[in-house]
């Protein structure tokens, strides 16, 4: 099967051009070449931005993909950029999107008149009503302004080539550039007696993906026609509270963790969550339709991702 992969040197991207390199030939590689992991042999690559629409095309023409993996659709005009480009050209769509689209997600940050949705989120679950939610926030990303998963995701549905969506959870793993379990250590390894959370903070639940484990769900969309026109929530199928994510990165890294729980208004933290809004998603949809499971245990995914980090 041929397939080009947008952004396929990343942090998941790399990840997903290996296991579909594993899977067969045809696999071409459209990134900026700022980033140079060592590929699979047989990997093709092609640099560009994918911003600018004419490398885009001449990318598209020189893959002629079946399936175009876009792991870095950030904005509306990216999105809309690709949909038309696709057309004529490739059969069909697989766009990383995030669980940060739901209504949830603006619960959590206070911006929400809304009651907490049911969770688990099921795909259908509300959707944020604001838009753009890291415009002004003054992050490293060069795309923050712009940035809207919503905004992809109705440019590809709209778009003439059958889109899947995968809307992905907080990844971890080796490499990580946010430092998911990395910052966990470095908040237990400073703290200074029993690890203080609030009672509803100690209880909230997202969901998390080791980054092998989302590399695979995200090949299985790409393999399985059967996913063309759907959207799936990726993620581990348990989405540990807070607490028992830190008790057990902590017993990974064979470090003494006592937690004391206080009630929220009282534990100091920044930015200020309503920690009331769960956005754990319901993951079972990807299970049943396409086959999705971990490859790689809880356990052994820690473990992999700890070897990664420098000691202290």
Do not use: C
């Not at 042999?41 to 175009?68: F, K, Q, Y």
């Not at 940050?109 to 959707?127: C, H, I, K, N, Y």
């Not at 830190?246 to 470090?255: K, S």
């Amino acid at each position: 099967m041929a397939v080009l992969v947008l952004g396929g040197t990343g942090f998941v991207g790399r990840h997903v051009t290996r296991q579909l390199a594993a899977a067969g030939p045809g696999v071409t590689v459209f990134h900026r070449g700022e980033t140079t992991p060592p590929l699979p042999d047989g990997v093709a690559t092609i640099h560009g931005s994918r911003d600018d629409r004419a490398a885009l095309r001449s990318a598209l023409d020189a893959a002629a993909p079946e399936v175009v993996v876009d792991a870095i659709a950030y904005t509306e005009a990216q999105a809309a950029t690709l949909a038309d480009l696709a057309a004529g050209r490739t059969d069909r769509l697989v766009a990383l999107s995030s669980g940060d689209v739901y209504r949830q997600y603006d619960g959590l940050r206070g911006q929400s008149e809304a009651p907490p949705d049911p969770v688990p989120l099921t795909e259908d679950a509300p959707l944020r009503a604001s838009r753009y939610p890291y415009r002004g926030a003054q992050i490293d990303f060069p795309y923050a302004d712009d940035y809207d998963k919503i905004l992809v995701e109705e440019q590809l549905r709209a778009g003439p080539v059958p889109a899947t969506i995968l809307r992905l959870p907080m990844v971890y793993g080796p490499g990580d550039p946010q430092g998911r379990v990395a910052g966990v250590l470095d908040r237990l390894r400073v703290s200074d007696g029993p690890l203080v959370l609030g009672e509803q903070q100690a209880r909230w639940r997202t969901s998390r993906g080791y980054v092998e484990n989302v590399a695979a769900a995200i090949v299985r969309a790409v393999v399985d026609p059967t996913a063309a026109g759907r959207t799936y929530n990726l993620g581990e199928p348990d989405a540990l509270p807070e607490a028992t994510w830190l008790r057990r990165v902590a017993a990974a890294a064979d470090l003494e963790l006592s937690v004391k729980r206080r009630p929220d208004a009282q534990v100091d933290g920044a930015p200020p969550f309503d920690w009331a809004y769960d956005p754990a998603p319901d993951t079972r949809r990807p299970r049943t339709e396409l086959g999705v499971a971990e490859p790689i245990v809880h356990a052994e995914a820690l473990s992999r991702t700890l070897a990664d980090t420098s000691p202290p």
